[in-house]
């Protein structure tokens, strides 16, 4: 059975940081693309930053990048996602995912809530 668990959502004031954990069970961990995608209010859901865990690929989103950093723990079957400089824009909730190689993964998270204050 696939799990995917979320954690480290919260508050914080524009040019914070926070660091998102997914982490994984279910799969052959190193096999697949885990990642991060999210959403906010009106909006439609965007692929967030995605890694390959075998060989260490990875995308992020044009509006991230400088400020983002996905990478992952084998041992743990964890991936996160390092955030800095936080905008207001980057408000959402936040979703893990498997596989994220493809536009609609089959499983997710239940979903972590940032919040970025100006």
């Known amino acids: 059975e696939v799990q995917l668990v979320e954690s480290g959502g919260g508050l914080v004031q524009e040019g914070g940081s926070l660091r998102l954990s997914c982490a994984a069970s279910?799969?052959?961990?190193?096999?697949?693309?885990i990642g991060w995608f999210r959403q906010a209010p009106g909006k439609e859901r965007e692929g967030v930053s995605c890694i390959s865990v075998g060989d260490g690929t990875t995308y992020y989103l044009d509006s991230v990048k400088g400020r983002f950093a996905i990478s992952s723990d084998n041992a743990k079957n964890m991936v996160y996602l390092q955030m800095n400089s936080l905008k207001p824009e980057d408000t959402a909730v936040y979703f893990c995912?498997?596989?994220?190689?493809?536009?609609?993964?089959?499983?997710w998270g239940q979903g972590t809530q940032v919040t970025v204050s100006s």
């Open positions: 995912a498997f596989d994220c190689t493809i536009a609609t993964p089959d499983y």
């Open positions: 279910g799969f052959t961990f190193d096999d697949y693309a």
